[in-house]
């Protein structure tokens, strides 16, 4: 129907690539997997539930404070931009801000090449007047635009604390590469999560239907059919804590056996107890957040939080000339 205004980039990760990463993760000790390959077909549906979780508050959080803040934005940001939204490939919050901002097109970049496909054409059937250019990529290696996208002041939307994924310090190398990425003038919108409680953040994470936890085991199951290794999906189970000191998050699979684990030619000892460590959620205070986007070389435009301090989401425009 209006597919025509969709272009599909396939810029994706091979095989070969998730098979070195794996390899290279459980070679670590502690053993380690990269979260960005949770996002397979089924991972992207479970982390789509997670949203719906009545303990997972980030997402209701942040579509609530990007509801009642739509206006502001577009008045700040104005219309007729080159909207890019990294690790978008859900489309399920810029809708929000589409009427607002009524961008040039709108570039959602995904590693997921399924739900970026489903969910652009989803988006282009209720926006008919929207230019879509969907790129499938791995925006944690390179955030390349399509050559073919129109000018326009750029605009980064990037939602979900996915920034949380990133250790503080390549957080600051990711927000560097989105400060290229818009150019001077150019805004960053972002959200993050915000420090809380230890027991609100461990129930999100560790939620009572089990959903987390189908999430953070298909990353083991994944592997199984991608890459033919035997992980007993019996033996091993979730996790998630928070680490008050490193102000994060941590997701791990817990080996309830000594076992071992072959893929493809190697095998992996791992002994009752020992963990894979699958993702780091990191929770920034406002000033931290601010701080480390100064870095940067961006410069606090807006900054809107909850009535209940669970979440935030900043404005940034990159400065004209970094400030070291
Ligand atoms: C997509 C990285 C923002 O850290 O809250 C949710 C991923 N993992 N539940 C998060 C996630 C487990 C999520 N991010």
Known sequence: MNSTNIQFHDLHSTRDEFLEDVLQGLRNRPAS?????????????????????????????????????????????????????????????????????????????????????????????????????????????????????????????????????????????????????????????????????????????DDASGITARFNLNLLERINRELGSDFDLESWHHRALYNETAGRIEMHLVSTQTQDVRIVQHTFSFDRGESIHTENSYKYSADEFIAMARQAGFQSQALWIDENNLFSVHLFRAEDSKIV
Request: aromatic share 10%; proline share 8%.
């Open 33 to 205: 997997i990269p979260p960005k390959y949770f996002y397979d077909a089924k991972g992207s549906k479970l982390f789509d539930a997670i949203t719906e979780l009545p303990e997972y508050y980030p997402t209701r959080t942040e579509i609530q404070i990007l509801k009642t803040n739509a206006d502001e934005i577009a008045q700040r940001v104005g219309t007729g931009s080159l909207l890019v939204e990294p690790g978008g490939g859900s489309c399920a919050k810029v809708h929000i801000l589409l009427e607002g901002l009524r961008p040039c097109a709108y570039v959602p970049m995904d590693i997921s090449s399924d739900h970026l496909q489903l969910a652009a054409q989803e988006l282009a059937i209720a926006f008919p007047w929207l230019e879509i250019h969907a790129a499938c990529t791995d925006f944690t290696r390179e955030m390349q635009l399509p050559p073919s996208a129109p000018k326009g002041t750029h605009v980064a939307f990037f939602p979900g604390s996915s920034i949380g994924n990133f250790d503080p310090q390549a957080a600051v190398t990711f927000l560097d590469s989105i400060v290229e990425l818009v150019g001077s003038g150019g805004y960053l919108l972002i959200g993050v999560d915000l420090k809380k409680d230890k027991a609100i953040l461990e129930a999100a994470y």
